[in-house]
């Protein structure tokens, strides 16, 4: 998971909720993302 929504579950105190979570994946073939950005989602141990 990102760094960025590990830290929102922890702020929100959204982890007891995880179960019923659904993630829902929108393919936009990097388009609307820059190559630094989308540079650093590789760096991420997601």
């Known amino acids: ?4 929504g590990k830290n929102y579950i922890q702020k929100n105190a ?5 179960n019923q979570v659904t993630h829902i994946v929108w393919g936009i073939e990097g388009s609307m993302v820059s190559k630094e950005v989308m540079e650093e989602y590789y760096q991420t141990d997601s």
């Open 1 to 4: 998971m990102y760094k960025g």
């Open 14 to 18: 959204l982890k007891q909720n995880l």
